[in-house]
């Protein structure tokens, strides 16, 4: 009930936003169309599957942050290097994560640091395949599999920490209908 609040709210104070005045008749239609769009077009709901640790989140953010920095900096550097242009490749990592909400949150965050973009989800076998810049050496190439390495490390301690973790209703369900199905074609 928090959460549909907190985005009622949001979409309440966007559209005050684009309107560009704080006024009654704003606010009041702001929450209005909120409130058709929260009924009308609900988001799904979303399994919580572990727990939050705000040390590992701090240093997650942290770590994100200077990734941002740097990659700025090398991407802004290789723009204005003379020299050829970069050697570009498509890259394939694999994730260990289990949750798709941290699948998702890892995804968003390879696309926003500079220099590489997720293509390809491959949520199955929890491969991602990114376009990045900067791969003609082995130092690129190790720097981006190391950069991976490091967000999902913290990822996995942030939100899925082997101690707290317990699959959701959802994905119980799934594995045992999956195990049913493995038995009757055996």
């Known amino acids: 009930?928090?959460?549909?609040?907190?985005?009622?709210?949001?979409?309440?104070?966007?559209?005050?936003?684009?309107?560009?005045?704080?006024?009654a008749a704003n606010v009041l239609s702001g929450l209005l169309v909120g409130l058709l769009i929260t009924v009308l077009l609900p988001l799904p709901p979303v399994p919580i599957e572990?727990?939050?640790?705000?040390?590992?989140?701090?240093?997650l953010v942290i770590q994100v942050a200077y990734y941002l920095v740097m990659s700025s900096i090398q991407v802004a550097w290789l723009a204005i290097r003379p020299g050829p242009p970069p050697r570009t490749a498509v890259l394939r990592a694999h994730l260990a994560l289990k949750s798709d909400l941290v699948?998702?949150?890892?995804?968003?965050?390879?696309?926003?640091?500079?220099?590489?973009?997720?293509?390809?989800?491959?949520?199955?076998?929890?491969?991602?395949?990114?376009?990045?810049?900067d791969v003609g050496t082995d130092r690129g190439v190790n720097r981006f599999y190391h950069q991976v390495a490091?967000?999902?490390?913290?990822?996995?301690?942030?939100?899925?920490?082997?101690?707290?973790?317990?699959?959701s209703d959802e994905r119980s369900l799934e594995?045992?209908?999956d195990a049913a199905e493995r038995e009757a074609d055996a």
């Open 1 to 23: 009930m928090i959460l549909r609040a907190w985005v009622l709210c949001w979409l309440m104070l966007v559209w005050v936003l684009l309107w560009g005045d704080v006024s």
């Open 103 to 133: 699948l998702a949150l890892a995804v968003n965050i390879m696309n926003l640091i500079p220099g590489g973009i997720v293509l390809e989800i491959d949520q199955t076998r929890r491969l991602i395949y990114v376009h990045v810049l």
């Open 50 to 59: 572990g727990r939050l640790h705000p040390l590992s989140l701090l240093r």
């Open 175 to 177: 594995d045992s209908d």
């Open 150 to 167: 490091e967000v999902e490390r913290l990822l996995i301690a942030t939100f899925e920490r082997e101690a707290h973790w317990r699959p």
